[in-house]
Nanobody, 115 residues
Framework: QVQLVESGGGFMEPGGSLRLSCAASGSIFRALDMGWYRQAPGKEREWVASMFSGGRTNYADSVKGRFTISRDNAKKLVYLQMNNLKPEDTAVYYC?????????WGQGTQVTVSS
């Protein structure tokens, strides 16, 4: 079983930076593909970024060049570095891990970008 716990959310002015962390439990972390999703009020949950177990990364066009996903397998952590934040980045951010057809989700952390 895998549990994911996000942290690092908060309030930031436009142009600022935040780093989200996702702490994982379980022995299969290294084999998991990991990602971040977000859900803004009144909107569907959307994919933000992925980092596969082999190291390859993908980003949504809306965050490409501003957000960076990374992972530390030894510490079982996944990060989302968010730079040049915009008001439209305001959402609850969720950590996701998957292997095969099995998905694991964290409880989410709120990010609010406003002046």
């Amino acid at each position: 079983q895998v549990q994911l716990v996000e942290s690092g959310g908060g309030f930031m002015e436009p142009g600022g930076s935040l780093r989200l962390s996702c702490a994982a439990s379980g022995s299969i972390f290294r084999a998991l593909d990991m990602g971040w999703y977000r859900q803004a009020p009144g909107k569907e949950r959307e994919w933000v970024a992925s980092m596969f177990s082999g190291g390859r990364t993908n980003y949504a066009d809306s965050v490409k060049g501003r957000f960076t996903i990374s992972r530390d397998n030894a510490k079982k952590l996944v990060y989302l570095q968010m730079n040049n934040l915009k008001p439209e980045d305001t959402a609850v951010y969720y950590c996701n891990g998957w292997i095969g057809q099995i998905n694991y989700w964290g409880q989410g952390t709120q990010v609010t970008v406003s002046s």
